[in-house]
């Protein structure tokens, strides 16, 4: 069991006292399409927002551990908060990529909310000392509370080929769409954010290749041992804790409500008696325990490999994404299962059950996430083939 850091531990604990506001707040996050200042402001206080800082600069350099379990805590009160908050710890830990003057810019408050648009929609155009920004990105998880956004481009090199290319821009650069408005996350305010002839010295300019490898230079803490977990490896990892969260909220949230529950149109006063019902309850929670322990497997894979100052080899990351892939289909067929026997009570908007529900079937569509993709990539790589994808 991994050991945790006291100050880690204390977020921890922390975000578990706020379980029950989360789901309380839940309608709101949905009725506003967006989680909302208290949420935010809740989160900031316990400490959320520092885990993905580095010490140096005042943050507590949470371990992929620790940010998984806080993350997943964080989903079993509301999904969307748990979403928004690991994409934002997310992009704390994708800062320490850049040059030492950057991270001492981002990192300056000792707590920081980094959004991502990671699909290449935008294009880079050199200017002096930088680069023009124009493009847009859907999808910008978190974007309304976010201080930075970490979005995609492309720079069209002489020979006509084009290179990808990262930037940390202030979120104050971009417009941000009304366009979220969807049936499950809705709380995400995952809104298409956009870029008119913004500038971005070079500094904040990073390559895709660099970023994703761990080897960008000019910072301190390059090779370093401890926290080189490898770009699109460590997004994977930590979104699975979101699930798990989801799933073991839709297990409390039925499970508690059950007692003394009768069952419509039957002689059953009390769901819990019923053979069904107690099978769909074992089998839920045994599928949430399955998937707990591949991801306590994996999440101790990436760490012992960056405590040895190493990058994740392709091996590393494929396992995670195949396990990953997984360990999220067990968590969604347990949240099915016990959805099969809800009741139609359970629709109620009232009831953070049913959003659960829904939330994880809308999440589990994403496109870095969904098992199939992610499982023919671990299949692939077990049957001596190559992956066939750069998005490792």
Request: proline share 4%; charged share 20%; with cysteine.
């Amino acid at each position: 069991m991994t050991k945790f850091d006291a100050e880690s531990a204390a977020v921890l604990e922390a975000v578990r006292g706020l379980i029950p506001v989360l789901r309380e707040n839940g309608v709101a996050a949905e009725d506003n399409r967006w989680i909302g200042d208290e949420n935010i402001a809740l989160l900031e206080k316990a400490g959320v927002f520092r885990t993905g800082v580095p010490k140096r600069f005042g943050g507590l350099e949470s371990s992929l551990a620790e940010q998984f379990a806080i993350a997943a805590v964080i989903s079993q009160g509301c999904a969307s908060t748990g979403w928004v908050a690991a994409a934002w710890m997310e992009g704390a830990w994708v800062a320490s990529l850049y040059p030492d003057e950057v991270q001492k810019e981002i990192y300056a408050g000792g707590s920081v909310r980094i959004s991502g648009g990671l699909t290449p929609t935008a294009m880079f155009t050199p200017a002096d000392g930088g680069y023009l920004l124009n493009g847009s990105w859907g999808f910008n998880t978190g974007c309304r509370g976010a201080d930075w956004n970490f979005v995609a481009g492309l720079r069209e090199l002489p020979d006509g080929e084009v290179e990808p290319l990262y930037a940390l821009v202030p979120m104050s650069a971009f417009t941000i769409a009304d366009d979220w408005h969807v049936s499950a996350a809705a709380g995400t305010g995952s809104f298409t954010t956009s870029a008119e002839n913004v500038f971005v010295p070079a500094k904040f300019v990073a390559g895709a290749e660099a970023l994703v490898t761990g080897t960008t230079g000019d910072r301190a803490n390059a090779g370093t041992a401890g926290r080189n977990y490898g770009l699109i490896t460590y997004v994977a990892a930590m979104s699975i804790a979101v699930y798990l969260g989801v799933a073991k909220g839709a297990y409390d949230t039925f499970t508690e409500r059950l007692p003394g529950k009768p069952i419509a149109y039957t002689n059953w006063t009390d769901a819990r008696e019923h053979p069904l019902v107690q099978l769909k309850v074992a089998s839920a929670a045994g599928a949430i325990a399955a998937a707990e322990a591949l991801a306590d497997g994996f999440v101790a894979r990436l760490q012992d490999r960056a405590d040895a100052g190493e990058h994740p080899t392709v091996e590393d990351s494929v396992t995670v994404r195949g396990q990953g892939g997984f360990a999220l289909k067990l968590l969604k067929q347990a949240v099915e299962d016990l959805h099969e026997v809800s009741g139609a009570s359970a629709l109620s908007r009232h009831q953070a059950f049913q959003r659960f529900y829904r939330d994880m079937e809308g999440l589990s569509r994403h496109g870095m996430m969904t098992p199939n993709t992610n499982l023919e990539l671990q299949g692939r790589m077990l049957l001596g083939l190559d992956p066939d994808t750069l998005y490792l």
